[in-house]
């Protein structure tokens, strides 16, 4: 019995919701946008437990790392159930939806967009028919052969059942349709695991994958395993998931990670490991930098002690004479407690979040748009007053939150404004699922550390040497992508026009406007 997609109406299609994780340095102003983060992705396989609320909870661990929409699949053995919306894991469930997703397998995905508009369309887990059945998937990170793809979903052979039209316009749609699309060298169609080994093999950029046809849950991580994914283990069963925390919500115990070029096969039968590919490890250091949760381990490595550490080693490559060691709530938080304590300069609070908001979709009026981040962050004048701070972040992307921040805390009486970031200049796109502002919207890029300083009107600006940063993740540094910090890709990357966010959208549109591709005939 084929599977079906449910789509839900009664959540509000936001293009823009507000971060769930309460990390707000790089979302205070209105209207500006940080380094927006790579989706979430959660599977599991346990026969008698409730798998959808399991994959709920999972999810909204993961939703920091996506906030555009959020989807659930399930399979009872015999089909699949497909339920996803636009908005947050929290505005797209509730206990109806999940009690109507029942069975033993199921996928989850948190999605923040890297290939492809932010449209109901695009929303993950995707899903297809197959000869055999079906398969629901959800994808992290981002291809970089995305149009070589294209062109494979293209030549594959029609069928009854085979849906190979890609209305979709996102990377992951094209991992879906050529897994379920194979046929073997005398054209018989291929099941999903037998078509993993032809498929994956051709893939190329940053995926952790987590998908599921109606008997067995796979999970995938491209060679170099840019983006984390762990395995964990139930009492009755597997789960796999973006990050360890996610197991630790739904009471999993961490087994090890899925290692790059590894694919796993969870069924009645067990757990099965099989290789497509050697590891050549290429870990995003930007996880430990920003992108993780705190609470979450990365290649045996706790990425808040890491974000210490980098906090310790900027003390000693960037000291300043200060009064007061204050983070940019909540992301400088880790790397200001290290900065204080290697620099003996005692650490305290100079700023109050309201952890109430997200983004608001009231305009402002003139009068409140000009108090900028007054309405996410509020000064502690009484602290601030005649001292001489040291403010610690940990990036910086643009440069108008810094900027808008140096002058809030100079209106507050602050006497010195030293401005201290926990990673290097961000000069360089990323291609592999991270969604920064274009390379001619870096601040870093043209500009001398002391000319942006002097941008942000600090008195003083430091960042942490590339080195040092990598040596506090405790990853050798051949093992680790910095290319947005250095330039050094991990792979080949094909012309700069095959390499867009909305290649599918211009390639389905003809090349014209877009914006309204997914919806014209």
């Not at 999605?111 to 000869?131: D, K, L």
């Not at 009492?235 to 899925?258: P, Q, T, Y």
């Not at 030293?418 to 291609?431: A, D, E, G, L, T």
Request: proline share 6%.
């Amino acid at each position: 019995m084929f599977a079906r997609s449910v789509h839900q109406h009664s959540c509000p299609r936001l293009d823009n919701v507000p971060r769930g994780d309460g990390r707000l340095s790089h979302d205070l102003l209105p209207g500006e946008k940080g380094p927006q983060d790579a989706c979430g992705v959660f599977g599991v396989w346990a026969p008698g437990e409730e798998v959808a609320k399991l994959t709920y909870f999972g999810l909204y661990a993961l939703q920091h790392r996506g906030q555009e929409s959020a989807g659930i699949a399930v399979s009872n053995g015999s089909q699949i159930l497909v339920f996803k919306d636009m908005g947050l894991v929290s505005q797209v469930f509730d206990e109806t939806s999940l009690g109507s997703l029942t069975g033993h397998i199921a996928v989850g995905h948190a999605r923040y967009s890297t290939t492809g508009a932010s449209v109901w369309e695009n929303a993950q887990p995707t899903f297809r028919a197959t000869a055999h059945g079906s398969i629901a998937l959800g994808h992290n990170g981002n291809l970089v052969n995305t149009a070589e793809l294209a062109e494979m979903v293209a030549a594959l052979p029609q069928g009854p059942g085979r849906a190979t039209k890609v209305a979709a316009t996102n990377d992951t749609d094209l991992i879906t349709a050529l897994l379920a699309g194979q046929v073997g060298p005398d054209g018989t169609p291929l099941s999903v695991e037998d078509a993993a080994p032809q498929v994956l093999p051709k893939v190329k950029g940053a995926f952790s994958l987590v998908y599921m046809d109606e008997h067995t849950l796979y999970a995938a991580r491209d060679p170099q395993g840019i983006r984390p994914l762990v395995l964990g283990r139930l009492e009755r069963g597997w789960v796999v998931a973006s990050e360890s925390a996610a197991l630790d919500i739904c009471g999993a115990s961490f087994v090890r990670e899925i290692e790059p070029g590894e694919l796993i096969a969870i069924d009645e039968q067990g757990l099965r490991s099989s290789r497509f590919a050697d590891a050549r490890p290429k870990g995003c250091v930007f996880e430990y930098v920003y992108l993780a949760r705190p609470d979450t381990d990365i290649a045996g490595r706790n990425v808040y002690l890491s974000r210490v550490e980098m906090g310790r080693r900027l003390a000693k490559e960037a000291p300043v004479e200060a009064d007061l060691v204050i983070p940019t709530p909540e992301s400088g938080t880790p790397a200001a407690v290290g900065y204080a304590e290697a620099s003996g300069i005692p650490y305290g609070s100079g700023l109050v979040k309201n952890s109430y908001v997200g983004r608001t979709f009231i305009q402002p009026s003139q009068t409140i748009r000009q108090l900028g981040i007054r309405l996410k962050l509020n000064p502690l004048k009484e602290v601030i007053r005649g001292k001489r701070l040291v403010v610690v972040d940990d990036s910086i992307v643009r440069g108008n939150t810094q900027r808008a921040l140096v002058r809030m805390l100079r209106e507050a009486g602050a006497a010195e404004v030293h401005v201290r970031i926990s990673s290097p200049p961000v000069k360089w796109p990323c291609f592999f699922g991270i969604d920064f502002a274009t390379r001619a919207e870096l601040i870093a890029n043209g500009m001398t550390v002391e000319e942006i300083g002097q941008s942000l009107g600090a008195d003083s600006l430091a960042y942490i040497s590339l080195d040092a940063m990598v040596e506090a993740t405790t990853i050798a540094k051949p093992n680790l992508c910095r290319a947005c910090f250095d330039g050094e890709y991990p792979m080949d990357l094909p012309d700069p026009e095959l390499l867009g966010k909305q290649l599918l959208e211009v390639e389905l549109a003809g090349g014209a406007d877009a914006a309204d591709a997914l919806r014209r005939p």
